[in-house]
C-alpha cells in the first residue's frame, strides 16, 4: 500500500498565518513540486490586510532583512525593488555612553533592507510603497496558492485528518497544517489542544516606536545606517533606530518593555545626541510586541508542522532568515519526502535544532556584550579597537566584523563566537583595555 | 542612487569584473542591463546581455579559474553581490538554494548549444557553397592583379562542359558555356597550360561572345586532373604582364584546393546537417 504520509496529486496543505514563514513556506513547496510535477494545493488563511497602516496590517519587527536573507532571496529569484525597500542599508553607527563608531559593509554596497511589514505607521497609507509580507504573500499567491482571508478557530482531527474550522467561513480537510501563527496570538492555544506536546514559545516583551522626520532631516541624520545603542540601562539588552523614508522605527530589545521604556530610551543622552530635543519629530506609532526567546520541544505531530516564531528563531536578530530557512525546510520535507511525524523528525527536525543550538552561543555572546557595555573600560577599550579597525584601510577587521554579524545577522551565532576566540583579536582588545585602565586609575 | 535602493549603482560602460581577474563574488542583476563580452582576435564580442532579476559571475565560484569574460554596465545598472564564502555555507546546509543557480546555468548552455549549431551550419555552409567561393577566389585575385573582367569556369559533372561560375566585369557574359578543347579557355582545360595572350583578336581559338576583349590571362584550375580555368581579361587596350600570369597561377592553387575542399564539402554537408539535427533532437528530449 502507499505511505498514506506521502503527499501526492491533488493533496492539500493549509497553511495557517500568512506572515513571512507562510508564505515562504507555500512559495518553496509549490516551486519544489512542479520541479517533480506534483500537483498539490495550498491555501494560505490570513485574516490581516498588510496594506493598511498601523498596528492592524502589522506583523510588528524592526523590519531589517539581513545581509544574509538578502543575497539569499536574491539567488532565488526573489529580489526586494524599491516598491519594498524603504532604505538600503550600508553601515551601523554603534552608539555607547562613551562614544560612537560606524561599521561599514566592506563593499560599501547597500546590503541590507529596511521594510515595513504592513503598509507602515499610522497616518501613512496610500504611499507608493509595499508591505514586506503582502509582497511575499503575493509572490505566494503568484506561485498558485490561495489566500483566504479568514481567522483560523479551530482544528481538529477527522479520520486522522486535521480539519480547520472558522467562526465565519467553511471547513476544510487537510493532508498537512502548517502552524505559521508567529507569536503574537492566542492561536498557538489552538496548538496545545491537539495534545501533541506544542507549547507555545516563551516570550519577553519588546517594544517599538515609529517616529516621523521631515525626509531631508532624517537623511541628513540618519543616512543609510542603522543606528545600535548599547547603554548601561539594566532593563534593555540592546536599541536600534531604524531610519526609513520618513520614519524612524525604534526597536528597543530587553526584558519587559513597556510604554515608558520608549521615553526612558529617548531621554539617555547617548540617545539625545542623535536625536536632540531641537530636532522636530512626531511619534506615529507605538507596540509593545512579543519576542520569541526560547523555542517549544515538539514543533509538529502527523500532518502538523510549527515553523518561524510559532516554533524556534533566532535570539534578537533575523527573525525572518529563521522564517526563511524554517519555512523552506519544511516545504522540502512535504514535497520531498513526507508529512508524518517521522518525516519531520528526519529532514526538518536538524533545521529547527540548528537554530535552537545556535542561540545558545547567542546568549553567551549577549552576556559578554551586557559585560561590555556595563563597564566604561570595556566599553572604551572596544571603541577604541573598532574604530581604528574602521580608520585603516589595510588592517583586519576581526572585531567590527565580530560585531557586524551579531547585530545584522549575517553570520550564526556559533560561527561568531568561536571567531571572538581568535588570539590576535582577543590581543587588540585585552591591549586597549589596559590602557583603558592604567588610564583610569591615572 | 536613490534611498530606497539595494546594491551598488555603475554608470554607462563601467566595468563589474575584467575577464581574466581573480573572481570571488556572484551578481544579481537588480535594475538596468549587463552586457558580458568576450575578448576575440576580431575585437571584442558580446555574447550575453543580462536583464533585472539575471545572475552573473557564478562561474568562477565553481571552476575557481579567473574570470572568462568582462562584465560591463549598460547604462545605468544596479547590481547585487553574493559573497562566495557566505554563498557555500548556505548551500552546503540547503543545497536547493543551488537549483536556481544550477537552472539559470543550464538555460546558458541550452542557448550556447543553440548557437554553437548555428556556427557549425554558417561553417558549412562557407565551405559548401562552391559559387561563394568561387566568388571570393575571384575577388581574391581582382586584388592582386588588376584586371577588367574575370571569370571562373568549372567543368560541369558530365566533364565535358565548362560553364562560368563566377564573374565580374560588365561586358562579361557568364551564360557562356564551353566544351573541352574549345575556345581559350576549353583549350587550357585541355593542355593544363597557364596562357598569356595580348591579342586576342588574332587567336584562332578565341570563341568572341558579345563582349569585346582585347587581352587575357587564363590559368587552369587542377586538382589531380583539370577542374576548370581563372580568367582575367580587359577589354581596353591595357595589357598583361608574365608577372601577372605567375601570381594568378600562385593563386589557382589555392584557388583549386578551396573548390575541391567545397566540392567534398558539399556532398559531406547533407550527411552532417542529419547528424547535427539528429544530435540536438536529443538534446532536447
Ligand atoms: C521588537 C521586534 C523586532 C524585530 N525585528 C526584526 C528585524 O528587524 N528583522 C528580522 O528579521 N526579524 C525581526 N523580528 C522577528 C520577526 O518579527 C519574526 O521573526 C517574524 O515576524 C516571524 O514571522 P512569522 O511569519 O513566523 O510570524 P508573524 O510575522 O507573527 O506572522 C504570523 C501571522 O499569522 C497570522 N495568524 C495568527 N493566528 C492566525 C489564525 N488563527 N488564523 C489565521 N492567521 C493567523 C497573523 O495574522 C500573522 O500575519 C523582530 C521581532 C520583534 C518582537
Redesign the pocket.
Known amino acids: 500500500m502507499a505511505d498514506p504520509f506521502i503527499l501526492e496529486d491533488g493533496s492539500h496543505i493549509a497553511v ?7 508564505s515562504f513556506f507555500s512559495i518553496f513547496a509549490l516551486r519544489m513540486a512542479k520541479m517533480i510535477n506534483k500537483n498539490l494545493r495550498v491555501t494560505i ?4 490586510d498588510f496594506s493598511k497602516d498601523g498596528p492592524l496590517g502589522c ?8 545581509e544574509l ?1 538578502v543575497q539569499a532571496l536574491a539567488v532565488e529569484g526573489i529580489n526586494l525593488s524599491d516598491r519594498i525597500v524603504q532604505r538600503g542599508i550600508d553601515s551601523y553607527k554603534l552608539h555607547t555612553d562613551h562614544g560612537t563608531v560606524s561599521i561599514d559593509t566592506p563593499t560599501h554596497e547597500k546590503r541590507i533592507a529596511a521594510v515595513y ?1 504592513g503598509g507602515g505607521p499610522k497616518g501613512t497609507m496610500g504611499q507608493e510603497k509595499e508591505s514586506f ?1 503582502g509582497f511575499l504573500l503575493n509572490l505566494a499567491r503568484q506561485e498558485g496558492a490561495l489566500h483566504v482571508p ?4 479551530h482544528i481538529e482531527y477527522r479520520n486522522s485528518k486535521p480539519v480547520l474550522l472558522s467562526r465565519e467561513g467553511d471547513v476544510q480537510e487537510a493532508d498537512l497544517v502548517v502552524g ?6 492566542q ?1 498557538s492555544k ?1 496548538f496545545e489542544h491537539m495534545r501533541f506536546g506544542y507549547r507555545r514559545p516563551e516570550t519577553v516583551t ?3 516606536a515609529e517616529i516621523g522626520f521631515d525626509r531631508d532631516i532624517l537623511s541628513e541624520r540618519f543616512g543609510a545606517s542603522v543606528h545600535l545603542f548599547l547603554l548601561p540601562l539594566k532593563e534593555i539588552k540592546f536599541a536600534a533606530m ?1 531610519p526609513k523614508g520618513t520614519y524612524v522605527t525604534i ?1 528597543i ?1 530587553g526584558k519587559n518593555m513597556n510604554v515608558r521604556s520608549v521615553n526612558e530610551f529617548l531621554d539617555h543622552p547617548a540617545v539625545a545626541a542623535v536625536l536632540p530635543a531641537s530636532v522636530p519629530y512626531k511619534i506615529g506609532c507605538r507596540c509593545l ?4 526567546v526560547r523555542a517549544p520541544g515538539v514543533p509538529f505531530t502527523d500532518r502538523v508542522v510549527m ?4 516554533g524556534s ?1 533566532r535570539l534578537f ?7 526563511y530557512l524554517m519555512g523552506k525546510a519544511a516545504a522540502k520535507t512535504a514535497v520531498f519526502h513526507g508529512v508524518s511525524a517521522d518525516h519531520f523528525r528526519r529532514e526538518y527536525l536538524p533545521v529547527y535544532r540548528s537554530i535552537v543550538n545556535d542561540n545558545r552561543y547567542g546568549k553567551i555572546l549577549f552576556q559578554a556584550t551586557d559585560l561590555f557595555k556595563k563597564y566604561k573600560t570595556l566599553t572604551r577599550g572596544m571603541l577604541k579597537v573598532i574604530s581604528r579597525e574602521q580608520e585603516d584601510q589595510y588592517r583586519s577587521k576581526r572585531l567590527s566584523s565580530v560585531l557586524w554579524d551579531m547585530f545584522t ?1 549575517n553570520e550564526r551565532y556559533k560561527n561568531i563566537f568561536f571567531r571572538t576566540l581568535n588570539f590576535p583579536l582577543q590581543h587588540d582588545l585585552l591591549c586597549e583595555i589596559t590602557k583603558e585602565f592604567i588610564a583610569g586609575k591615572a | 542612487m536613490r534611498e530606497d535602493e539595494l546594491g551598488r549603482m555603475y554608470s554607462e560602460g563601467e566595468q563589474i569584473f575584467g575577464e581574466g581577474q581573480e573572481g570571488d563574488r556572484m551578481y544579481v542583476i537588480q535594475a538596468g542591463r549587463v552586457k558580458i563580452t568576450k575578448k576575440s582576435r576580431t575585437g571584442d564580442m558580446t555574447i550575453a546581455v543580462l536583464e533585472s532579476g539575471d545572475i552573473f559571475g557564478e562561474m568562477a565560484l565553481f571552476d575557481k579559474l579567473p574570470r572568462s569574460a568582462t562584465a560591463t554596465a549598460m547604462g545605468n545598472t544596479r547590481v547585487l553581490t553574493i559573497d562566495k564564502d557566505k554563498l557555500f555555507q548556505t548551500i552546503s546546509r540547503d543545497p536547493t538554494l543551488a537549483f536556481r543557480i544550477i537552472s539559470s546555468m543550464s538555460s546558458r548552455i541550452r542557448r550556447l548549444d543553440d548557437e554553437l549549431i548555428q556556427v557549425k551550419k554558417n561553417k558549412l555552409n562557407i565551405c559548401t557553397d562552391l559559387d561563394e567561393t568561387c566568388e571570393y577566389i575571384l575577388e581574391e585575385a581582382k586584388n592582386v592583379i588588376p584586371a577588367e573582367n574575370g571569370s571562373i569556369m568549372l567543368l560541369d559533372e558530365d566533364g565535358e562542359t565548362l560553364s562560368v561560375r563566377a564573374a565580374f566585369g560588365k561586358e562579361w557574359n557568364p551564360k557562356i558555356k564551353l566544351r573541352v578543347g574549345e575556345g581559350v579557355a576549353g583549350d587550357v582545360l585541355k593542355t593544363g597550360k597557364a596562357e598569356l595572350i595580348n591579342s586576342v583578336s588574332q587567336d584562332a581559338r578565341f570563341k568572341s561572345g558579345s563582349a569585346k576583349i582585347s587581352s587575357m590571362l587564363c590559368v587552369p584550375l587542377k586538382w589531380k586532373t583539370s577542374i576548370g580555368t581563372l580568367n582575367m581579361s580587359n577589354s581596353s587596350n591595357k595589357l598583361f604582364t608574365l608577372e601577372d600570369l605567375k601570381m594568378l597561377r600562385s593563386l589557382a592553387m589555392y584557388a583549386s584546393i578551396a573548390i575541391q575542399n567545397a566540392k567534398s564539402c558539399a556532398q559531406l554537408k547533407s550527411t552532417t546537417e542529419e547528424m547535427i539535427m539528429h544530435v540536438s533532437l536529443l538534446d532536447v528530449s
Do not use: F, H, W
Open positions: 495557517v498565518g500568512g506572515g513571512p514563514t507562510g488563511y490570513e485574516p490581516k506583523n510588528r519587527c524592526g523590519g531589517i532583512i539581513s536573507l511589514r509580507d479568514l481567522k483560523i478557530d505559521a501563527i508567529g507569536v503574537k496570538s492561536t489552538l519588546a517594544a517599538i531604524i526597536c530589545l510586541p512579543q519576542m520569541n515553523c518561524g516564531d510559532a528563531t536578530k533575523d527573525g525572518l532568515g529563521a522564517a545577522g
